[in-house]
């Protein structure tokens, strides 16, 4: 009876550790108080598998998808480029495709997901009033194809 005893617990401990455990999401931050953002803010439709899967890596599903940045490209340009210009060399706003970052927390997929959405100092406000957090992922995969600068200062490229 003891060794029954013994091997269900084993079976048991084998049966729980073999169950996948579920990724908890990243932590999303205001870029200037370190606030946790509050997602519930979200213009509605942006919930997507890809912003899920960006919610657990905190890296964007769409840097290399050559269609993605297209979408992301025509998103900039009707509510970025005005700030920060047509192929993001920076205007009222800062450069957006080289290698240096008002943010250094920009050069990360979440950093620069956080900026967009929480808004930033001077006329950086807060995108979520614009754009679906998936909008924003597509924005990202543009800027990020448009980059100009040092690929090993690059973190979403490793």
């Known amino acids: 009876m003891k060794f029954t005893t013994v091997l269900s617990g084993a079976v048991l401990t084998l049966a729980v550790l073999a169950v996948p455990t579920a990724q908890a999401d990243i932590t999303l931050r205001h870029a200037l108080t370190g606030e946790t953002l509050d997602l ?12 899920k899967q960006f919610m657990q890596t ?23 480029s005005g700030c920060h210009g047509h192929e993001a060399e920076g205007k009222l706003g800062p450069g957006l495709a080289d290698d240096y970052w008002t943010y250094p927390r920009g050069l990360t997929d979440q950093g620069l997901f956080e900026i967009l959405f929480g808004g930033a100092n001077g006329m950086m406000g807060p995108q979520y009033v614009n754009f679906s957090t998936d909008d924003m992922l597509h924005i990202m995969s543009f800027l990020r194809s448009i980059y ?11």
């Open 40 to 51: 519930s803010f979200a213009k509605k439709g942006g919930n997507t598998d890809k912003f």
């Open 58 to 80: 905190g890296k964007n599903p769409y840097n290399g998808d050559a269609e993605a940045a297209k979408k992301g490209e025509s998103l900039y340009m009707t509510g970025c």
């Open 148 to 158: 100009k600068g040092d690929p090993k200062k690059a973190d979403w490229l490793k």
